[in-house]
């Protein structure tokens, strides 16, 4: 059988990764737009973890602060307007605004407006508001989930407001801003017990500088990458955009992984570890899975990442 991105998209296919997070997004957009973002300031407030304080850092907080202050002199009544259609994907200004900002200034917005609520500048969720047993039922499953889980949720529902979220994922399509990468001597090389291809160790080092120029030219022309419950990003243009707008501020600490032949001179690596995201460093340390699939020329052909079901799940590198 010949080598595509259907058939890669399945090795080393033995392992759980964590189904929950899918399932309980599924659950949230069964529930009204008033519940969804009731339920998400409880999650938010209620979660456990804290963002921490260097975290905006990494968005793009001046291309937002003309909506924060629009927003913020605006009724409270007007200011729950404006949640309510980012949460349900209405065309208004501010949705198309928000549409076009990479992932973290999206974070960084709503982190922004989650502070001013707290201060009670911005229109709380109304005091005695009764969610709905759906999503109360959905909040409960939440607080059981483990944090990486729970912020993967979070992440999900903020990535996919604004006025057609569809667009902002349609990497081919439009081209993100660069960043400055880490600079040569502050970078460190990476070591991965049981790995000595190249091309893996050197993804991880680029993407650990936030150096995606070079990040991509490790990828086939035709590659893909598969971030979590996600369908595969194809082509070295659509994965540049797509590292240049959600890759920033990421730290990737592999630890270990196997390596072996497969069909046609391709060769099949599973790498699993830790990662921690800009917004809850070492806080959050989520524990993930690289399915890399190089081909005979040492290119990634195929790379999918994927959040496992728990931290045992490390250990789970047998070769299948
Ligand atoms: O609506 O090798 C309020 C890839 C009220 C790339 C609110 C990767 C109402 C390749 C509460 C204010 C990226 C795939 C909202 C590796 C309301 C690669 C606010 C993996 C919305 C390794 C809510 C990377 C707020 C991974 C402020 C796995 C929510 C990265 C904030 C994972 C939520 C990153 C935040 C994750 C969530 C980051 C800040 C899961 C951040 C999550």
Known sequence: MAVS???????????????????????????????????LWYAYTEMGISITPAAPGVASMALVEGILSEIKQMSPAAQSKTMFDLASNADTTIGRIYTSLRVNTKLGFWYELGQLMKQGIVAPIP?????????????????????????????????????????????GKRS??????????????TKIEGISEQTVLNYIDYMNAFDFTPAIGLFAEEGALQPPFQ????????????????????KMMPQQGVSEPTEDGY???????????????ANVGMNIAWRFLLDPQGQIFFVAIDLLASPKELLNLIRQ
């Open 5 to 39: 991105i259907q058939s890669a998209q399945s090795i080393f296919s033995n392992m759980e990764i964590a189904s929950a997070v899918p399932a309980t997004t599924e659950a949230f957009y069964k529930l009204s737009v008033e519940d969804q973002l009731a339920l």
């Open 127 to 171: 005091a005695g508001y009764q969610m709905s047993p759906e999503a109360t039922t959905v909040l409960e499953t939440i607080k059981k989930l483990d944090p990486s889980q729970q912020i993967t949720v979070l992440r999900n529902t903020v990535v996919n407001m604004g006025y057609d979220p569809a667009f902002s994922q349609e990497y």
């Open 176 to 189: 993100a801003p660069r960043s400055t990468p880490t600079a040569p001597e502050e970078r460190v090389k």
């Open 231 to 250: 369908k595969p990003i194809v082509g070295r243009e659509a994965i540049l955009n797509y590292m240049r707008e959600e890759c920033i501020g990421l």
């Open 267 to 281: 060769r099949q690596v599973k790498v699993t570890g830790k990662v921690e995201t800009p917004w809850f460093g």
